[in-house]
Protein backbone atom coordinates (compact mmCIF):
# COMPACT_ATOMS: atom_id res chain seq x y z
CA UNK A 1 0.00 0.00 0.00
CA UNK A 2 1.69 3.38 -1.04
CA UNK A 3 0.71 6.35 -3.28
CA UNK A 4 2.89 4.78 -5.85
CA UNK A 5 1.68 1.61 -6.93
CA UNK A 6 4.85 -0.33 -7.33
CA UNK A 7 6.20 -2.50 -4.95
CA UNK A 8 9.47 -4.31 -6.32
CA UNK A 9 12.44 -2.90 -5.13
CA UNK A 10 13.93 -0.99 -8.08
CA UNK A 11 15.99 2.28 -7.65
CA UNK A 12 15.98 4.86 -10.14
CA UNK A 13 18.31 7.66 -8.54
CA UNK A 14 21.12 6.16 -6.32
CA UNK A 15 22.07 9.37 -5.69
CA UNK A 16 20.89 12.20 -7.47
CA UNK A 17 23.67 14.92 -9.11
CA UNK A 18 25.27 16.90 -6.47
CA UNK A 19 24.09 20.97 -6.72
CA UNK A 20 25.44 23.87 -5.19
CA UNK A 21 23.97 24.16 -1.21
CA UNK A 22 24.24 26.89 0.87
CA UNK A 23 27.95 25.63 2.53
CA UNK A 24 29.61 24.52 -0.85
CA UNK A 25 28.44 28.35 -2.21
CA UNK A 26 30.27 29.78 1.24
CA UNK A 27 33.31 27.20 0.75
CA UNK A 28 33.31 28.42 -2.87
CA UNK A 29 33.32 31.90 -1.37
CA UNK A 30 35.92 31.24 0.95
CA UNK A 31 38.37 29.77 -1.48
CA UNK A 32 38.39 33.59 -3.97
CA UNK A 33 37.21 35.90 -0.95
CA UNK A 34 39.31 34.04 1.87
CA UNK A 35 37.65 32.01 4.98
CA UNK A 36 37.41 34.12 7.15
CA UNK A 37 35.19 36.18 5.36
CA UNK A 38 32.33 33.49 5.17
CA UNK A 39 33.31 31.58 8.34
CA UNK A 40 30.49 29.77 9.59
CA UNK A 41 29.31 30.48 13.28
CA UNK A 42 30.12 26.92 14.91
CA UNK A 43 32.84 24.31 14.16
CA UNK A 44 31.89 22.00 11.26
CA UNK A 45 31.13 18.74 12.19
CA UNK A 46 32.52 15.30 10.98
CA UNK A 47 30.51 13.87 8.72
CA UNK A 48 28.58 10.53 8.97
CA UNK A 49 27.00 8.64 5.80
CA UNK A 50 23.53 8.04 6.22
CA UNK A 51 21.04 6.59 3.20
CA UNK A 52 17.97 7.58 3.05
CA UNK A 53 15.14 5.88 0.78
CA UNK A 54 11.78 7.18 -0.53
CA UNK A 55 9.16 6.87 -3.46
CA UNK A 56 9.93 9.20 -6.17
CA UNK A 57 6.16 11.43 -5.91
CA UNK A 58 7.19 15.21 -5.67
CA UNK A 59 5.24 16.38 -2.82
CA UNK A 60 6.70 13.99 -0.53
CA UNK A 61 10.35 14.68 -1.55
CA UNK A 62 10.45 18.12 -1.48
CA UNK A 63 11.05 18.22 2.47
CA UNK A 64 14.12 15.96 1.78
CA UNK A 65 15.35 17.44 -0.97
CA UNK A 66 15.42 20.84 0.38
CA UNK A 67 16.86 19.53 3.97
CA UNK A 68 19.55 18.49 2.49
CA UNK A 69 19.99 21.16 -0.61
CA UNK A 70 20.09 24.12 1.95
CA UNK A 71 22.82 21.98 4.43
CA UNK A 72 20.40 21.17 7.20
CA UNK A 73 21.71 18.06 7.40
CA UNK A 74 25.56 18.63 7.08
CA UNK A 75 24.95 21.18 10.02
CA UNK A 76 24.37 18.43 12.16
CA UNK A 77 27.16 16.60 10.50
CA UNK A 78 24.91 13.81 8.29
CA UNK A 79 26.01 13.44 4.93
CA UNK A 80 22.58 12.06 3.71
CA UNK A 81 22.32 10.25 0.07
CA UNK A 82 18.82 10.18 -1.16
CA UNK A 83 17.44 7.02 -2.58
CA UNK A 84 15.02 7.03 -5.38
CA UNK A 85 12.60 3.96 -5.17
CA UNK A 86 9.30 3.07 -7.18
CA UNK A 87 7.02 3.35 -4.36
CA UNK A 88 6.78 3.28 -0.45
CA UNK A 89 6.64 -0.17 -0.43
CA UNK A 90 10.17 -0.63 -2.31
CA UNK A 91 11.68 2.28 -0.15
CA UNK A 92 10.05 -0.11 2.92
CA UNK A 93 11.74 -3.28 1.12
CA UNK A 94 15.37 -1.68 1.19
CA UNK A 95 15.25 -0.70 4.74
CA UNK A 96 13.50 -4.24 6.27
CA UNK A 97 16.25 -5.74 3.52
CA UNK A 98 19.14 -3.63 5.61
CA UNK A 99 20.08 -2.03 1.85
CA UNK A 100 19.36 1.49 3.55
CA UNK A 101 20.03 3.02 7.03
CA UNK A 102 16.49 4.79 6.99
CA UNK A 103 13.14 4.71 4.69
CA UNK A 104 10.72 7.59 4.63
CA UNK A 105 6.93 6.24 3.10
CA UNK A 106 3.66 6.61 3.73
CA UNK A 107 1.99 5.97 6.88
CA UNK A 108 0.10 3.01 5.88
CA UNK A 109 3.01 1.62 4.27
CA UNK A 110 4.99 1.37 7.84
CA UNK A 111 1.73 0.11 9.22
CA UNK A 112 1.31 -2.56 6.56
CA UNK A 113 5.21 -3.79 6.90
CA UNK A 114 4.86 -3.94 10.80
CA UNK A 115 1.74 -5.90 10.74
CA UNK A 116 3.47 -8.41 8.56
CA UNK A 117 6.08 -8.73 10.53
CA UNK A 118 8.79 -5.93 9.79
CA UNK A 119 10.76 -4.86 12.85
CA UNK A 120 10.76 -1.52 12.08
CA UNK A 121 9.83 1.53 13.96
CA UNK A 122 8.96 5.53 13.30
CA UNK A 123 10.23 8.48 14.82
CA UNK A 124 9.60 11.18 13.04
CA UNK A 125 6.90 13.16 10.25
CA UNK A 126 7.38 14.99 7.59
CA UNK A 127 3.52 15.02 6.09
CA UNK A 128 0.58 15.80 7.62
CA UNK A 129 -1.83 14.82 4.64
CA UNK A 130 -2.39 12.30 1.76
CA UNK A 131 -1.29 13.62 -1.62
CA UNK A 132 -4.43 12.51 -3.21
CA UNK A 133 -7.87 14.37 -3.87
CA UNK A 134 -11.07 12.77 -5.09
CA UNK A 135 -11.99 14.79 -8.57
CA UNK A 136 -15.13 14.03 -11.19
CA UNK A 137 -14.32 13.89 -14.81
CA UNK A 138 -14.73 16.77 -16.70
CA UNK A 139 -17.91 15.33 -18.24
CA UNK A 140 -19.77 14.46 -14.97
CA UNK A 141 -19.64 17.13 -13.13
CA UNK A 142 -23.20 17.96 -13.30
CA UNK A 143 -24.26 14.75 -12.21
CA UNK A 144 -21.56 13.75 -9.30
CA UNK A 145 -22.03 17.55 -7.44
CA UNK A 146 -21.32 15.02 -3.75
CA UNK A 147 -19.61 12.09 -2.55
CA UNK A 148 -22.90 10.00 -2.50
CA UNK A 149 -23.42 11.01 -6.24
CA UNK A 150 -20.33 8.49 -6.87
CA UNK A 151 -23.05 5.13 -5.72
CA UNK A 152 -23.64 3.26 -9.07
CA UNK A 153 -20.07 5.25 -10.81
CA UNK A 154 -17.16 3.97 -11.64
CA UNK A 155 -13.87 5.04 -9.58
CA UNK A 156 -10.43 4.93 -10.51
CA UNK A 157 -7.74 4.18 -7.95
CA UNK A 158 -4.13 2.84 -8.74
CA UNK A 159 -4.98 -0.68 -7.20
CA UNK A 160 -7.03 -2.32 -5.00
CA UNK A 161 -5.41 -2.43 -1.30
CA UNK A 162 -3.50 1.00 -1.64
CA UNK A 163 -3.94 4.30 0.02
CA UNK A 164 -6.05 5.66 -2.05
CA UNK A 165 -8.31 2.72 -2.82
CA UNK A 166 -8.42 2.65 1.39
CA UNK A 167 -9.32 6.51 1.38
CA UNK A 168 -11.76 6.18 -0.90
CA UNK A 169 -13.54 3.33 0.78
CA UNK A 170 -13.29 5.21 4.22
CA UNK A 171 -15.07 8.49 2.26
CA UNK A 172 -17.84 6.45 1.04
CA UNK A 173 -18.24 4.88 4.65
CA UNK A 174 -18.43 7.95 6.18
CA UNK A 175 -20.57 9.69 3.93
CA UNK A 176 -23.35 6.62 4.00
CA UNK A 177 -22.44 5.04 0.51
CA UNK A 178 -22.48 1.35 0.03
CA UNK A 179 -19.21 0.44 -1.56
CA UNK A 180 -20.58 -2.30 -3.33
CA UNK A 181 -22.20 -0.35 -5.36
CA UNK A 182 -19.51 1.35 -6.56
CA UNK A 183 -17.20 -0.06 -9.15
CA UNK A 184 -13.42 0.39 -8.63
CA UNK A 185 -10.86 0.70 -12.09
CA UNK A 186 -7.72 -0.08 -11.84
CA UNK A 187 -5.58 2.21 -13.32
CA UNK A 188 -2.15 2.41 -11.65
CA UNK A 189 -0.72 5.69 -10.68
CA UNK A 190 -1.72 7.71 -13.72
CA UNK A 191 -5.07 8.54 -13.80
CA UNK A 192 -5.12 11.61 -15.48
CA UNK A 193 -5.67 10.55 -19.23
CA UNK A 194 -8.56 7.98 -18.08
CA UNK A 195 -10.28 10.67 -15.79
CA UNK A 196 -9.53 13.43 -18.54
CA UNK A 197 -11.30 11.17 -21.30
CA UNK A 198 -13.94 10.02 -19.33
CA UNK A 199 -13.31 6.41 -19.21
CA UNK A 200 -14.12 6.40 -15.35
CA UNK A 201 -16.50 8.67 -13.99
CA UNK A 202 -14.46 10.13 -10.66
CA UNK A 203 -10.95 9.12 -9.84
CA UNK A 204 -7.61 9.69 -6.99
CA UNK A 205 -5.18 11.82 -8.02
CA UNK A 206 -1.99 13.82 -7.28
CA UNK A 207 -0.78 17.19 -7.88
CA UNK A 208 0.10 17.67 -11.00
CA UNK A 209 -2.65 15.67 -11.89
CA UNK A 210 -5.40 17.02 -10.34
CA UNK A 211 -4.58 21.40 -11.01
CA UNK A 212 -4.46 19.78 -15.03
CA UNK A 213 -8.27 18.44 -14.59
CA UNK A 214 -9.30 21.46 -12.89
CA UNK A 215 -8.09 23.75 -15.83
CA UNK A 216 -9.97 21.29 -18.10
CA UNK A 217 -13.48 21.09 -16.36
CA UNK A 218 -13.09 18.83 -13.83
CA UNK A 219 -14.84 18.96 -10.19
CA UNK A 220 -13.04 18.39 -6.42
CA UNK A 221 -14.78 16.10 -4.34
CA UNK A 222 -12.49 16.02 -1.85
CA UNK A 223 -9.36 17.41 -1.55
CA UNK A 224 -7.20 15.47 1.00
CA UNK A 225 -4.10 17.82 0.77
CA UNK A 226 -6.35 20.75 2.00
CA UNK A 227 -6.20 20.74 5.94
CA UNK A 228 -9.78 22.09 6.01
CA UNK A 229 -11.47 19.23 3.55
CA UNK A 230 -9.53 16.99 6.11
CA UNK A 231 -10.56 18.10 9.07
CA UNK A 232 -14.24 18.07 7.73
CA UNK A 233 -13.92 14.55 6.33
CA UNK A 234 -10.92 12.67 8.36
CA UNK A 235 -11.42 14.35 11.65
CA UNK A 236 -7.79 16.56 11.39
CA UNK A 237 -4.89 15.60 10.13
CA UNK A 238 -4.10 12.26 8.97
CA UNK A 239 -0.57 11.10 9.28
CA UNK A 240 1.14 10.57 6.01
CA UNK A 241 4.93 11.00 5.52
CA UNK A 242 7.62 10.14 8.07
CA UNK A 243 10.61 7.82 8.71
CA UNK A 244 11.37 4.75 9.90
CA UNK A 245 14.24 2.65 11.36
CA UNK A 246 15.23 -1.14 11.74
CA UNK A 247 14.34 -1.60 15.69
CA UNK A 248 17.95 -3.45 16.26
CA UNK A 249 19.63 -0.74 15.85
CA UNK A 250 18.00 2.12 18.20
CA UNK A 251 20.48 2.15 20.75
CA UNK A 252 23.26 2.40 18.09
CA UNK A 253 21.43 5.21 16.50
CA UNK A 254 20.06 6.85 18.80
CA UNK A 255 22.15 10.35 18.64
CA UNK A 256 22.00 10.03 14.73
CA UNK A 257 18.72 9.46 14.41
CA UNK A 258 18.18 13.11 16.41
CA UNK A 259 20.41 14.47 14.11
CA UNK A 260 18.23 13.06 11.00
CA UNK A 261 14.90 14.86 12.84
CA UNK A 262 16.18 18.44 13.71
CA UNK A 263 17.93 18.68 10.46
CA UNK A 264 14.40 17.51 8.73
CA UNK A 265 13.02 19.97 11.36
CA UNK A 266 14.93 22.64 10.03
CA UNK A 267 14.47 22.19 6.71
CA UNK A 268 10.49 22.13 7.11
CA UNK A 269 10.62 25.81 8.96
CA UNK A 270 12.52 26.64 5.89
CA UNK A 271 10.54 25.38 3.68
CA UNK A 272 7.54 27.06 5.18
CA UNK A 273 8.80 30.48 4.82
CA UNK A 274 11.74 30.30 1.96
CA UNK A 275 10.91 32.02 -1.05
CA UNK A 276 9.17 29.75 -3.66
CA UNK A 277 12.05 29.53 -5.87
CA UNK A 278 14.32 28.69 -3.29
CA UNK A 279 12.33 25.57 -3.17
CA UNK A 280 12.13 24.93 -6.53
CA UNK A 281 15.93 24.97 -6.80
CA UNK A 282 16.19 22.60 -4.29
CA UNK A 283 14.68 19.99 -6.86
CA UNK A 284 16.31 17.15 -9.18
CA UNK A 285 15.01 18.69 -12.46
CA UNK A 286 13.90 15.11 -13.43
CA UNK A 287 11.09 15.70 -10.29
CA UNK A 288 9.81 18.66 -12.26
CA UNK A 289 7.42 17.59 -14.93
CA UNK A 290 8.34 18.62 -18.33
CA UNK A 291 10.57 20.96 -16.62
CA UNK A 292 7.16 22.99 -15.68
CA UNK A 293 9.14 25.28 -12.65
CA UNK A 294 6.31 27.38 -12.62
CA UNK A 295 3.77 24.88 -12.50
CA UNK A 296 5.51 23.45 -9.47
CA UNK A 297 5.65 26.81 -8.25
CA UNK A 298 1.98 27.21 -7.87
CA UNK A 299 1.44 23.90 -6.52
CA UNK A 300 4.15 23.81 -3.38
CA UNK A 301 2.77 27.81 -2.70
CA UNK A 302 -0.68 26.14 -2.66
CA UNK A 303 -0.33 23.45 -0.29
CA UNK A 304 2.93 24.00 2.05
CA UNK A 305 0.93 25.21 4.99
CA UNK A 306 -1.24 22.60 4.47
CA UNK A 307 0.64 19.46 3.84
CA UNK A 308 3.50 19.69 5.98
CA UNK A 309 4.49 20.36 9.41
CA UNK A 310 6.89 22.78 11.30
CA UNK A 311 7.79 20.28 13.51
CA UNK A 312 8.78 16.11 13.08
CA UNK A 313 7.55 14.69 16.43
CA UNK A 314 4.50 12.23 15.84
CA UNK A 315 0.85 12.88 16.39
CA UNK A 316 -0.65 10.13 17.64
CA UNK A 317 -4.22 10.74 16.88
CA UNK A 318 -2.90 11.45 12.74
CA UNK A 319 -1.44 7.84 13.29
CA UNK A 320 -5.03 6.38 14.57
CA UNK A 321 -6.99 8.15 11.85
CA UNK A 322 -5.03 5.91 9.53
CA UNK A 323 -5.47 2.93 11.58
CA UNK A 324 -9.31 3.16 11.44
CA UNK A 325 -9.22 4.28 7.78
CA UNK A 326 -7.33 0.95 7.08
CA UNK A 327 -9.58 -1.17 8.87
CA UNK A 328 -12.26 0.49 7.77
CA UNK A 329 -11.43 -0.33 3.83
CA UNK A 330 -10.48 -4.20 4.95
CA UNK A 331 -6.94 -3.68 4.27
CA UNK A 332 -5.83 -4.18 8.14
CA UNK A 333 -7.04 -7.17 9.57
CA UNK A 334 -4.64 -7.56 12.50
CA UNK A 335 -3.96 -5.36 15.46
CA UNK A 336 -1.31 -3.03 15.10
CA UNK A 337 -0.02 -1.43 18.63
CA UNK A 338 1.06 1.71 18.07
CA UNK A 339 3.26 1.75 21.00
CA UNK A 340 5.08 -1.08 19.77
CA UNK A 341 5.28 0.81 16.10
CA UNK A 342 5.79 4.77 17.49
CA UNK A 343 9.24 5.65 18.93
CA UNK A 344 8.05 8.86 20.04
CA UNK A 345 10.97 9.18 22.64
CA UNK A 346 13.52 9.78 19.86
CA UNK A 347 11.57 13.44 19.48
CA UNK A 348 9.67 13.69 22.46
CA UNK A 349 6.53 15.86 21.43
Not at 7 to 25: Q, Y
Not at 88 to 106: H, I, K, W
Not at 236 to 260: D, I, N, S, T
Not at 290 to 306: K, P, T, V
Amino acid sequence: MTCCNETRLDVIWPKPDPKPNRRTLLKAAGSLAGAAAVARPHIAKAQQQVTLAFCSQLLCVTPYEVTRFHGFFEDEGLEVELVYTRGGNAAMQALVGGAVDYAATSFDVAVQAFANGGDIRRFATTGRLPLFALAVAPGQVDAITSLTGLEGRTVGVSALGNADHTLTLFLLAQAGVDSSAVSFAVLGPNLYEALRRGQVDAGMVQEPALSLLVEEGGRVLFNAMDLDDAEAHLGGPYEFMGVAYRAGEREERLEQMQAVARALEAGLRYQREAPIERLRESLPSELLVGGDGERFDEIIARYRGSLYPTDVSIDRASCERVINALRSGGSLKTDVDLDQLLDQEVVPA
